[in-house]
């Protein structure tokens, strides 16, 4: 089964990936930008701060109403759900935390 994505596992990939192409720090430069991809649904979305800017790196609170699980009390999100992971979008195709890692080998 799929686990949930939230802030800790996001921390937990960039801790991962270190080092590769397979965080954000690593990539821009090449032209990825954080993404994530719905499995479920094959929906793509970029990474956004809540005021729907773009974020720099991998940030929940700017994902829409409808994959959100949970929010704090100060209404950021701190789950979405289990079909979602995150990944990079380039020239508008998702690449996967590997797949970005492996095209910067």
Not at 53 to 82: Q, W
Request: aromatic fraction near 10%; include cysteine; charge should be negative.
């Amino acid at each position: 089964m799929a686990q949930t994505l939230t802030l800790q596992t996001l921390e937990a990939e960039n801790q991962l990936f270190a080092g590769t192409g397979g965080v954000s720090s690593a990539n821009q430069h090449c032209g990825f930008i954080p993404g994530f991809l719905d499995q479920e649904t094959g929906a793509v979305y970029c990474s956004c701060w809540a005021d729907g800017s773009p974020a720099p790196f991998h940030a929940l609170d700017g994902l829409p109403d409808h994959l959100v699980l949970t929010r704090n009390p100060c209404g950021h999100i701190t789950a979405i759900k289990s079909s979602v992971i995150a990944g990079f979008i380039r020239f508008g195709h998702f690449y996967t935390r590997e797949q970005a890692a492996h095209c910067l080998e």
